[in-house]
Every structure is written in C-alpha cells, then in structure tokens.
C-alpha cells in the first residue's frame, strides 16, 4: 500500500507540475456551472435539488476521464521509460493501483469544488441531501469504472490519441446500453436488460438516492475487470522485455477467471433485491410503515397487475421498470397476501378482452417521432388493484406528474406511486370490508342512548318509529358480540332533572313538529364508545331503513376498515336559458377537487336545501358558498353541533379569471353571520403579497396610442406564495408541504374573547412584508405602480389566512326555532299550522357542540375552483396541484387518517425554491462562479507552497551534503 501511495503522489505532482491538472479542473467547472444554471435553467426550473448538475455526468466523465487517462501508459511507452519501471523492485498491480489512485484523486479533488452548488441550493429550499450524497457517491463509482476503462486503453497503445478514441468509445458503449435512445427500440424486457448493462442508467438509480448493492457491485465489477486487464497487457510486456515465458498460461486463465468472475457476479446479485438503503429524507423510495399496516388487514389474497406494453412512449419507458421494482416490494413485505402479474395485453387478446370489458382498461394512442418518420403506437401503462369484487385502476394520468422545462423541454416522473397504490388497496379494502360485519372492526364496546320521551308526547310516527328502532338494536346486538349496549332515557322522568342535563351538556332542547305546536317531546340518540360522542339524526323519512342507516353511519365511525364519507358543497349551477340571454355552466366547476377527494373517500354532493347534511356524511366541505339561505346555514351549524368537522373555503370577495377577463365583485357567501357568531371574521380585504408566484394576467400595452391587451406571465401579488415559515409546523394539515399557492386570499380576524376555551391553529399565513387593498381593481399596472403593479400600503404584515378552530361552540340558532319549521310562502298561519301537522317535518335545534367540533376556514374564494387551478397549473408547469393535496390533507387529517397523509407528502416536485428577484438570482449565480475560481486558486497556491517546501527541502539536503563534503 505504501509503494501504491507513493506512486499516486508522484503522478499527482506531475499532473501538477504542468497546466493538465488546472485545464482538466477548470474545464470540469466550467462545464458543469455552464449546464446547471443555462442549459437546465435552475431558476427558472424551480425546484430545489441539484439534479441538473448530474444529469450529464455519465456524458462528460466519458471525455474527461479518457483525456485524464490517455498519457497514463502511452506517455510511458512513448517515453521508452515503461521497460524501466518494469524492472524496479514494484509489481505491476502496484503501479496500476497507484496510476488508478492518481486519477480518482485529481476527480476528487474536482467533486470538492462543485460543493458549494449543493450548500448554495440548500439555502435557497428545502433541499433533501439524501439524493445529493447518491449524485456525489454515483459520480465516484461512475469515474473509477471510466478511469480503469481508459488506463486499459492507454496500456494498449502508445498514442495518446488512440487511447482517447479507444477510450470514448469503450466508455460510451457502457453509456449507450443503457440509454434511452438504444432501449426505446427494443420491448421493455429488452428495455430492462440493457439498462441492468448501462452505466448512464446505473448512475440514474444511485443519484436519485437509493444505494443498491447491485449498482455499487456493477461498478466495482468494472473497475475489477479491467484493472486484471491492465495488469495482464502489462504484464505482456513484461515477458517481451524479460522473455520470461513459463508463467503465460497461469497468467491468462487466472485473467479470464477473474474479469469472469467480476462480470458473473453481476447476474447472480440480480436476485438480491432487498440489499439497498433509502438515504432520501424520509425514505420516498422505501415502503412505509403505513401501507405495511394496510397490507395486514388482508384477509384474502390482493392482486396487483401491471399493464405494461412492450413500446410505449419514451418518456413513459424508464418508469416502468422503477414502477415494477416497487410493485415486486408489496409482494415481498406482505407474507404471500399480495400476488403480483405483469403482462402485455397486446401480446394476449384474452387478457386484453377481460382489461377492456371488465376493468375498462384500454390502450392509450401516443404519438412518437423517430428519426425516419412519426407515428402513432396504442399502449398500456395501467395498474389494477383487485381484492374481493372490488377493483381500483390506475393510468399513466393517476401515476406520473408532468414538469415543463421549456416551451418544448418536459420532465416527467412517477408522481408518489407508493401512495397512489396505497389508496387504491385502502379504498378497494375498506370497500370489500364494508360489505361484512360491520362489529369485527369494532375494537371496544359502544353504548347507545336514546333520549326519548314517553309514547304518549311522540307524535305517531315516531312512536313507530322507536318501536322499530328497538327490533333493529335487538338485531344487531346479538351479531355484536357484547360490543353494542343500549339505553333509553325519558328526559322529562325525575322533574325534568335529565332534560335540564343534556341541554347543558349536549344542547339538545324539545323538539316540536311545527311552530304553532305547544306539545314538545324529545327524540335524540347518540353513541358513545372509546372517548368519543356523537349524534344519531333522525332519518328524514322516519322510516326503518332510514334509522338503519344513520345507525350504520354512526357505528362506522367508531370501526376501522370503512370508506369515511365527505359531503361536498358546491356553488349550484346556472341554467341554460339563451332565450334571456343566459348561457348555462356556472364556469366555477369543481371536478378537480371532487376527483382528488374521490381518491380515499365517498363523496356525496349536497345542495343542504333541505336543512340537513347526508346522514352518511363524516365530513362537510362547503367550497365558494354563495348566498347561503337559512335552512342551508341550519344544515352547517347542526353537523357542527353533532360534534363534526366543517370545512370552508370562502372569502368577501367573488372572482371571474380566464384567459380573456380577470375581474372582483363581492361576493355574500351566507356564513358571515355565523362565523362571528363563532368569533371568526374575514375581512373585506384581499392579500396582497411581494412573495408570490408566476400567473398569467391580461396587461393592458400602449403603442403608439393603441391599446393592446396581453396575456403576460407575472409575478402576481394576489398569488399569495405560502413558504414553511407561513405554515404550522408537524403534526398539522400542512405537514410534508412546504410551499402552496393561496389565489385572491382575504386576511382572519379571530375573537380572543369567544375562543378562550377552543384550540387555535394558524394554519396558512402570509410574509411579514404583505399587506392588504379593499381594492376591486386586481388587473396589475406596471406603469404606475411598478414592479408590482398594485400601489403599497402602510399596512404590512403577517395576515392569518387559514385557521383551525376545534372545542365546544354554541349554536347560531340556540334559543330560536329551527328553521325546517318554517315555512316562506307566504301562506296563512292556519294553513301552514295544517300543512305541517300533515308533513313529516319534526325538527328541534342542538344548541351546544361536543369538544370535538371543529372548523377549518381557508379565506380564499377561489382557491379549489377548476379555473384557478389549471391556470396555477399552467404557470408553474406541473401537473402538481398543492391546493388539492392541501384539501386532501384536511379531509385525512380530520378523519384521524394520519398514514396517507404522511405518505402523500413524500412527492417528487413538492421542493420549491424560495422566490428570488431576477437581480437575486443572479447574485447567487455569479458567487458560485466566483467560489469555483476561488477553490481553483486555493489548489494552485497549495501547490505552489508544496512545491516551494519541497524545493527547500532538496536544498537543505544538498547543503547538508556539500557541508560534510
């Protein structure tokens, strides 16, 4: 080892000695700064991670390690001064371990520069450094097989531009089998085996920061074998020198044997596929413990199949293989319970025919262009989760998110397929468990309490109706298991002393079937079990299945194992009357929104006419509320009473965005009443905010004294752009997310004084530097108002922007009569009083809620709209929708499913940068030039100074010598 070190220092100082080792560092900066911040845009890409940096390493450590290599051993044969080190007392393998420890250093040593890259970008994101250890860690094991590429190379010639030719050749060959270019004109089989063979696509796997003993052995196998090459051709000269001739048969067997050997090993270790570590932050590319916990409530077989065509589209073509390994994981983790198919649907018409009619999956036309011509290829890449009768599929469009780097320039990924495929087993699960026995997800017993009045004070139908209500509890107690309890309570037994409790305690006063009725009775049920209460409704038809039905919905919520419920609210829409001039479509749509919460949930629209929320309904959403009348605010506030969680997304303000028009109006949502009833206030204000992003905005141009109106990408200050240090920290909805986009947001006011006693949690605030306009004018003016386009007010600061509110509220309409007695016609008081006593409408008010109400505002009208989010969409170029992921982290977090969520915040564009000015971005450009010259300028001064001790020291010996002479 000591003969291998002194060598390498000696080729190392000789690098040194001359401008080979600045040229090769220098140009080696260069390039790599020129690529990250001009040909992949960095800024302008927007996301924090340092992948433009490596995305041409495999390219440029061919060129740079073949010119690093080609005098290694051609200078030497050249020189004549190889048959000189041939006789010294060093062996050969010596000389080459040393010449290879050279040339990994003078890499090194480059690698070290490029450093300040990485702590740059980490200063200006959230940078994971998990990846940025596999990029440096790959580049290593990239240019060792290169480098030992090369020196065989230069052993073979003593031409230094032979060697370089041979050199970029023999390299690119590794690089080509691997590429993209050579595997999209084979199947994915054949796809698959030549990226097992490429370096680029080896390089690929560890960069993106999962260390797999397969790619570090694969890099290790190349540097071995030609290394015992290298040996071996020198060797051969050796004999020629010497004529040494007994030992050439040893030699070459024990040559192949080895370069075998190292080559071999490879196919075996491919069946090792658990020898990998996830360095990433939070292990994205690892099964989390959440889908493990899933996988063990499998009681039958799950099958999860790839439809995966043999030619796809390009850009599809390097995920199937990653998406592959990950499916292969689900199998391997879960005991046998997951049985996992591939197939090609065009290569078996009977699997294609059962996809089609019973899975609904059909191929897919993609447009392909070669080199010759373009063409059109039908193509599957599909993924079919079936457990039971139950099925979810998945298509490209639910696995991949699309990043646009240019006009012409896209990056596409696999989106989070981890938690795309967990959803899917969670939703077709829960839904085969639905089916069954609905106590074996039960864990604990629950008690029922019905708090009903004597029969003689219930109006007819529901004296039937709680006979009825006693068969279905005698029903599904003798399935429960001792699980279910049950108890009836007369209110008005003991004095009223019951009454008088649960009104203070739950808010429940008499009911009364019509406003004229003196006769009140009392008929509420509730279920208790593990810490939690909650209210029973009444069914609306008073009917046996209707009470079965809210019993179920009721006892699910204390099960795991079942589908939970949302209720969604959304504006109605306009009908299409063109006779009056009215074109039909609300153009506020809201189908984004219901497809993200269809993914984990039930969604049930609701227009809340009727005064209540669907008895099924875990979870209300009311999004862009627009002039709520009383029966429907009755509705919100009673599923608040019964102890729910409701979900708003409204502000003062009303917006119309497209790409032609851009205008406010205000807006009366219905709830301004009721939220200061609950001490929460939305300003009649918007948000404007100097950290914000990109939208497209009609800007008004004059030329010439025309006008011309223009679609421009600005940065828009009602785009309100939220960063971590405007987020709650861990444990909230907004964990994992540390960037969203608020459009057109009004500031929350929160009243201490009626929220003492509840939990406040600031969910979304903006910059210290925001501040507020009442201003109905949102088309920006850069002539008057400058870089903004919007005039600054005094009034900066940090504006709450999204609240959570959790504790006991009292009712909106505690001490009134409920709203469903009611009756607007305009009727006289008789014929209502007759109208009523012949209707089914029995209705009393909650007037207190359980602790566990809560409200969660987002104060943005616009926020979830289809408009607003294809328009974000458009300007960040992704398909990556954070207000969705936002709403679906809500819903999660509200019904206690904390595991997906923690999985949906592992996705791959999810790392923004923190918004920078031009002038900023620029900065930060220009100092990492500066710092790559400075670390240039530090190696050359340590070389001067070692070179300077070095000559002092040859002098001190030479003195010493003459001294003694």
């Keep these: 080892m000591l003969n291998v070190l002194r060598i390498a220092h000696k080729e190392l100082g000789a690098f040194f000695s001359s401008p080979v080792a600045y040229l090769f560092i220098g140009a080696f900066l260069a390039i790599n700064l020129f690529i990250f911040f001009w040909v992949e845009t960095f800024f302008s890409r927007n996301i924090a991670d340092v992948r433009p940096l490596f995305e041409w390493m495999p390219v440029l450590l061919i060129f740079l390690a073949a010119a690093l290599t080609m005098r290694m051993w051609s200078e030497e044969r050249r020189m004549g001064t190889l048959e000189f080190l041939m006789t010294l007392p060093v062996s050969t393998t010596q000389f080459v371990l040393g010449k290879f420890t050279a040339c990994m250093g003078l890499v090194v040593i480059a690698l070290l520069l490029t450093l300040p890259i990485p702590i740059t970008v980490s200063q200006l994101g959230a940078m994971d450094w998990g990846p940025v250890i596999g990029a440096y860690l790959a580049t290593l094991l990239l240019a060792a097989a290169y480098i030992a590429i090369g020196l065989f190379v230069s052993a073979r010639s003593e031409s230094q531009i032979i060697s370089l030719i041979g050199s970029v050749l023999l390299c690119g060959l590794f690089y080509l089998l691997g590429a993209e270019t050579l595997s999209a004109l084979v199947g994915n089989q054949g796809s698959e085996l030549l990226k097992l063979l490429g370096s680029g696509s080896r390089f690929d796997a560890i960069n993106r920061g999962v260390i797999d003993a397969r790619d570090l052995y694969y890099y290790l196998s190349i540097v071995g074998a030609f290394l015992t090459l290298n040996i071996y051709t020198l060797e051969k000269l050796r004999w020629t020198q010497t004529g040494q001739r007994g030992n050439h048969t040893r030699w070459r067997l024990v040559t192949v044997l080895l370069a075998s050997n190292f080559l071999v090993a490879n196919i075996w270790l491919q069946q090792v596929d658990q020898a990998r570590i996830d360095i990433t932050e939070g292990n994205i590319y690892s099964i989390s413990d959440t889908t493990k916990s899933y996988l063990e409530q499998l009681n039958e077989p799950l099958l999860i199949r790839g439809y995966f065509s043999a030619k796809t589209h390009p850009l599809l073509a390097p995920l199937v293989p990653r998406l592959r390994d990950l499916i292969r994981e689900y199998a391997v983790i879960s005991d046998g319970k997951v049985r996992v198919e591939f197939v090609d649907p065009m290569q078996n018409p009977e699997l294609e025919k059962e996809a089609g009619q019973k899975f609904g999956i059909r191929p897919v036309p993609f447009q392909i262009a070669s080199k010759y011509q373009t063409a059109v290829v039908n193509s599957y890449f599909d993924v079919l989760i079936q457990y039971g009768d139950q099925y979810e599929v998945l298509s490209f469009r639910d696995l991949i998110e699309i990043k646009a780097l240019g006009e012409t320039d896209f990056e596409v990924e696999l989106r989070n397929p981890e938690y795309d495929i967990t959803r899917s087993i969670k939703k077709v699960l829960y839904g085969y468990q639905g089916s069954g026995d609905l106590f074996l997800s039960i864990n604990h017993p629950v008690l029922f309490k019905g708090y009903i009045s004597d029969d003689s004070k219930l109006p007819q139908q529901l004296v039937t109706l709680r006979q009825e209500l006693k068969e279905l509890l005698a029903e599904y107690k003798t399935n429960a298991d001792g699980k279910l309890l049950s108890q009836f309570i007369d209110p008005d037994a003991d004095d009223g002393r019951v009454a008088r409790e649960i009104e203070e305690n739950f808010g429940f006063r008499p009911m009364a079937t019509s406003l004229l009725d003196d006769n009140t009775f009392y008929f509420y049920m509730t279920l208790e079990g593990d810490g939690q209460l909650m209210q029973i409704p009444l ?33 109605p829409r306009q009908p299409n009357l063109p006779q009056f001039g009215m074109m039909g479509g609300n153009d506020k749509q809201f189908q984004l929104l219901q497809q993200a919460l269809s993914e984990n949930t039930n969604v049930t629209p609701t227009d809340l006419k009727d005064g209540r929320v669907p008895e099924a309904a875990d979870l209300l959403v009311v999004t862009t509320p627009q002039a709520l009348d009383e029966k429907q605010l009755f509705a919100v506030d009673q599923f608040l009473m019964k102890g729910g969680t409701v979900v708003l997304a409204t502000s003062p303000f009303d917006i119309t965005a497209n790409r032609t028009e851009l205008l406010a109006k205000e807006n009366h949502s219905g709830l301004e009443p009721w939220l200061k009833h609950n001490g929460i206030d939305i300003e009649k204000s918007m948000v404007l905010d100097p950290q914000n992003t990109q939208y497209p905005v009609p800007v008004a141009r004059n030329i010439g004294g025309f006008t011309i109106q223009e679609m421009r990408m600005v940065e828009y200050p009602y785009f309100v752009d939220i960063r971590d240090d405007g987020m709650e920290g861990a444990g909230s909805l907004t964990a994992g997310m540390n960037q969203l986009t608020m459009s057109w947001p009004s500031p929350i006011t929160i009243d201490a004084s009626k929220n003492h006693n509840r939990h406040i949690s600031r ?54 009569a409920s709203p469903l007695l009611n009756d607007d016609s305009g009727e006289s008081e008789a014929t209502q009083a007759e109208q009523e006593q012949s209707s089914n409408t029995i209705s009393g008010v909650i007037d207190k809620s359980p602790q566990s109400a809560r409200i969660i505002l987002f104060a943005a009208n616009e926020m979830f709209s289809d408009s607003t989010l294809e328009l974000a969409a458009t300007a960040a ?42 002038d900023q971005q620029q900065w930060w450009e220009y100092l990492n030039y500066a710092l790559a010259l400075l670390g240039l300028l530090v190696v050359y001064l340590i070389n001067i100074l070692k070179r300077r001790r070095t000559q002092h020291r040859y002098k001190t010996i030479l003195n010493a010598g003459g001294s003694s002479s």
């Design 763 to 816: 969910l979304l605030e903006s910059s210290a530097k925001s501040w507020t306009a009442a201003s109905l004018n949102i088309v920006p003016d850069f002539q008057r108002f400058g870089q903004y386009g919007f005039q600054r007010q005094d009034n900066a600061g940090r504006q709450l922007l999204a609240v959570a509110v959790e504790g006991s509220f009292d009712s909106y309409f505690k001490g009134k």
């Design 539 to 571: 069914p609306e038809g008073f009917d046996k299945e209707g009470i079965r039905r809210s019993l179920e919905a009721g006892l699910k919520r204390f099960a795991t194992g079942f589908l939970k419920t949302v209720a969604l609210h959304t504006p």
């Design 877 to 918: 170029g992704t398909q990556v929708l954070n207000p969705l992921q936002l709403m679906q982290n809500t819903v999660d977090w509200s019904l206690e499913d904390r595991g997906l969520l923690a999985i949906r915040s592992r996705g791959h564009f999810s790392r923004m940068l923190i918004p920078l000015e031009q």
